[in-house]
T-cell receptor, first 113, second 113 residues
Framework: DVKVTQSSRYLVKRTGEKVFLECVQD?????MFWYRQDPGLGLRLIYFSYDVKMKEKGDIPEGYSVSREKKERFSLILESASTNQTSMYLC????????????FGPGTRLTVL | GNSVTQMEGPVTLSEEAFLTISCTYT??????LFWYVQYPGEGLQLLLK?????DKGSNKGFEATYRKETTSFHLEKGSVQVSDSAVYFC????????????FGAGTRLTVKP
């Protein structure tokens, strides 16, 4: 089974802090994704990566950056956390082929005070 | 652009009732369609998928048929159980290798004994 793990289930940070969210997948997937999930809005794509060191902006990249130095690891960085970044963050991965579904991690619930 | 509209919740049913959660989409081309389920405190899990018109996806008693003529992918189950209580997301694959996946807002289902 594909396993996608995220470094923390719950995280509490202060406004202005730099925050790192880590995601690791163990199935050699080419694609990795970061979403945020908010009630009533579904999932919105922040960034995705289709290869090591490659990244593409999603729908809401402002205030975020990403890093993919190794194929299995994709990091989301909040350069200066703000209260409106309080959310559930979901990482996903997929094979780089047509029709393939995305596999999700358990999520990190981030609270910015 | 591509988008998904699904039935607003919450939905509350008694055990053994029939379930329908509506999902309609707007898309160019021939996207893949998915239903994901999110149990409390967890990430999203793929429930079922369909990759072309008239395909029926099925899993754990849930079914959905890809209807191109009505641009719909409604989720159904003949007899729900308490353990089906979760949030259900309809999703539309798009872009190169489904990198641009669009999610509905989610429908919360509660099944009472």
């Amino acid at each position: 089974d594909v396993k996608v793990t995220q470094s923390s289930r719950y995280l509490v940070k202060r406004t202005g802090e730099k925050v790192f969210l880590e995601c690791v997948q163990d199935m050699d997937h080419e694609n990795m994704f970061w979403y945020r999930q908010d009630p009533g809005l579904g999932l919105r794509l922040i960034y995705f990566s289709y290869d090591v060191k490659m990244k593409e902006k999603g729908d809401i990249p402002e205030g975020y950056s990403v890093s993919r130095e190794k194929k299995e690891r994709f990091s989301l960085i909040l350069e200066s956390a703000s209260t409106n970044q309080t959310s559930m963050y979901l990482c996903a991965s997929s094979l780089g082929r047509a029709y393939n579904e995305q596999f999700f991690g358990p999520g990190t619930r981030l609270t910015v005070l | 652009g591509n988008s998904v509209t699904q039935m607003e919740g919450p939905v509350t049913l008694s055990e053994e009732a029939f379930l329908t959660i509506s999902c309609t989409y707007t898309a160019t081309g021939y996207p893949s369609l998915f239903w994901y389920v999110q149990y409390p405190g967890e990430g999203l899990q793929l429930l079922l998928k369909a990759t072309k018109a008239d395909d029926k996806g099925s899993n754990k008693g849930f079914e959905a048929t890809y209807r191109k003529e009505t641009t719909s992918f409604h989720l159904e189950k003949g007899s729900v159980q308490v353990s089906d209580s979760a949030v259900y997301f309809c999703a539309l694959g798009g872009g190169y290798n489904n990198n641009d996946m669009r999610f509905g807002a989610g429908t919360r289902l509660t099944v009472k004994p």
